[in-house]
């Protein structure tokens, strides 16, 4: 039956080996779970790709064109005529354009955020609180009780506090 | 026509300045400050006309009078030999207006007689437009104001009376503006003739320094008096492109 | 080993701060009934007063119409300006000493924004119709006059807010999962919304970072917009004094100076107050002085260059509006802002001074008071001076108005007592990354252990 590990590490650096002998040893990509952004993730479990910048970029394209367009078009509907100016002044809207322009663009980017990292949970997921402490988690789970004794060696060898058993899986 | 030469057309409108090919009106206002003695009668003639507040001696006292038209007074010397000039100074409805440009609600704009108009209600009271204006006549209602009777039966019908937080300021008495042009419509739709329209100031100065008139009319008095060498413009040098023209005094 | 023991740990940070949001004693429960009494009475019931009888009840007249509420608008969205620009320049520039920092400077700058966002409501005029300078549908076909300085003020303003928002909310997400595991009941359960089901993954981690980061980068060129285009509030106006390119620039670096002696007050008040003496310490302050000493060496060489053109100019409107400014009737309050904001800072050259707090408390309170003048001379003393001498007259506050003032920082205060007890004020993930890791604790016996 499918099961979840989870080896509690007291510094990143022995949760990296461990994940990196984890996914070497063939096991399924491990999670790392820790307090502060772990250094070197990227090397041991490969590169991440993030989609965000294109939230962000396409943001503020729709920003940028959505202010001027608003701008202008509502100056259009109920032509007011000021101070000697035309109905469409160009240095006026482009700073209504600058401004939703990052609006939009900051808007986009948490948009980008939650669904990339597929917050908020909607589901209960598997969680060890002592990884928002102090503790370095690596959670990996394993088909069978074969593959279990393994990960448990593989952790230990890498210097493991505590393993934890997490129950299946759904 | 194409959708293009459409899109052309409107871009072409819409970034013309000023929007306005031209007025219908365009109404100016001469001061002879040869003329004027500083009697102040048009500003009283205002203030009944256009149910402007008297707000009272403390609010005056404050520094709060709300004075359409005002005449400023600048003297040269001392006295016995002190020399007096008296400018009235009113709304000079600039065809380049700065107070207009930064009412964020659009409270303030210039319609097609060339005039710088004031919609109370739509003004949120921001002052911003007071600010901006250099000649410094835009008023605010800091407080609301109460006529005791029978002031109360005094006040002009045509004419709004303004709630506290409002802008005001001299409209050229657009109420008198728009019977003119509605008598001239009704009259076999001709256009409104020189001197059929006067504002309450012009009609009441005992020396006639006030002239008003349309200067798209070349047969009109104001017309003529802005060819006069003697004519200038307050504060010029803004480009505010204001529309009341004034003579200056000849030193005898 | 004794040494060693002596060293922070992630412990440490984590049960200051949980212990700082958790624990509450009488003390806290009395400054915020103070700091909410006082915001009650000084603030919103002259406010109600205001909006009842008119703007009369303030002290602004004929050419004075503006007055303290748009002096202290500015004030504060220059306060504003620090802590979240400071905040995104110090994560581009992967700078250490930021991170014990800079939750408090992110919240000073919301909370700022939130006061000067009401104090629009206190100018205005007629401030139940203000929902009109947003741009909504509605049946007239009316939409607000977007070549208005004060309308890009609206949206500037409005994009600062969210944005400010979102960025000191973006960075709590972890902070708020630490401390949803330790707090039971409705704290639990607003921990757990807040928190988004945060767990601390690698993924979570690598997407927080790349969010933030973009966030930081966008946020970077609105602050400085925003306080740009306040400035042209006054700018694009064509009054003397008032009419000057230097402004954008002056307001930009007027509000990072105003605010960064916002952040040192705030920083010594949540060292004494809040139990945070080991994670704010001499390094930061010393940080923020030499930094409040740039600033008011360059603020001070814009007062001179606007001093100067001023006076080159020849021009008798400049100068008349230059000479009621240095020599008229608040002369005296020039001169102090001279003395608070360019001669006193000079002070921080000596490290000595820099690394004591209650000097650098004392100097950033004068420094924010030099400041506020400053704003209050802008308005009082440029639109009394205008063209026509006939035209001109005297404007001074009003007792309503400075009530409304005292009362504003005690709605500044009332919602930073707030926060401070909800979200953690420090940031932990942060400190925690300047720590070393923890040591190697004997071995636990362990759990669920392999045959």
Known sequence: MTTCVVGLFHDPQSALAAAGELKNAGFETPELMSPVPIEGVEEVLGKKKSIIKNFTFFGGLIGGISGFTLASVTAILYPHPVGGRPIITIPPYLIITYELTILFGILFTVLGFFISSRLPAIRNRMYVPEAAVDKFAVAVTCENSEHRSRADAIFNGAGAEQIRDMGEED | MSLFSRFMDGWRKYRKPGYYDEFDYHWTMTVDLDSCTGCEACMTACQAENNIPLVGEEELAKGREIQWIRIERYWEGEYPNAKLNFMPMMCQHCDAAPCETVCPVSATYHNQDGLNTQIYNRCIGTRSCAVYCP????????????????????????????????????????????????????????????????????????????????????ESQVYQSMNNPRAYKVLDELNTDSSVVYLKKVDA | MEAENNKLGYTDIHEDV????????????????????????????????????????????HPGVWGTYLA?????????HSGTLLSCVLHLTNSSWRKAMYRSAEA?????????????????????????????????????????????????????????????????????AAVRDRTVGWRNTMYSLLSLGWRGTDTEWHRLHWAYTFLAVLIIPLAVSVHSIVSWDFAMSIVPGLHQTIFAPYFVVGAIYSGTAGIVTVMFVLRKYMGFEQYITKLHFDNLGKLLLLLSLLWTYINAIELFTGWYSGTSDEYEQLSFKLFGFYAPLYWEMILFCAVAPLLMISKRFRTSFVPMLILSIAINIGMYTERFLIVATSLPRQYLPDAWGFYAPSLVELSIMVGSFAVFTTLFLIFVKIFPSVSMYEVKETMETPKLKPAIPQAGSPA
Not at chain 2, 184 to 204: F, I, L, M, T, W
Not at chain 3, 25 to 50: D, E, R, S
Not at chain 3, 72 to 80: Q, R
Not at chain 3, 120 to 149: C, D, I, K, M
């Open chain 3, 72 to 80: 202290s608008f500015i004030f504060w969205i220059g306060l504003s």
């Open chain 2, 135 to 218: 000649y410094e006549v835009r008023y605010f209602n800091y407080y609301n104001h109460h006529w005791d009777s029978p002031l109360d039966q005094q006040l002009n019908p045509d004419v709004s009376v303004r709630g506290k937080g409002v802008m005001e300021k001299c409209t050229f008495c657009i109420q008198r503006i728009r019977d003119a042009k509605d008598l001239a419509k009704d009259d076999d739709r001709r256009r409104v003739r020189d001197g059929e329209v006067q504002p309450a100031c012009v009609q009441s100065c005992p020396t006639k320094a006030l002239t008003f008139g349309d200067r798209k009319d070349t």
């Open chain 3, 18 to 61: 949980v212990r700082s949001i958790v624990v509450t004693g009488p003390k806290y429960y009395a400054t915020l009934a103070t700091a909410g009494g006082l915001a009650l009475v000084c603030f919103f019931f002259p406010w109600f007063y205001q909006l009842y009888y008119g703007i009369g009840a303030a002290g602004m007249n």
């Open chain 3, 108 to 176: 000073m700058t919301l909370f700022s924004l939130v006061v000067a966002a009401t104090y629009v409501f206190v100018h205005v005029g007629r401030p139940w119709f203000a929902h009109w300078t947003f741009p909504y549908p509605n049946q007239w076909e009316l939409w607000p006059n977007f070549r208005s300085p004060l309308l890009f003020d609206v949206m500037a303003i409005a994009t600062y807010l969210t944005g400010s928002t979102i960025f000191i909310y973006m960075g709590s997400i972890p902070d708020f």
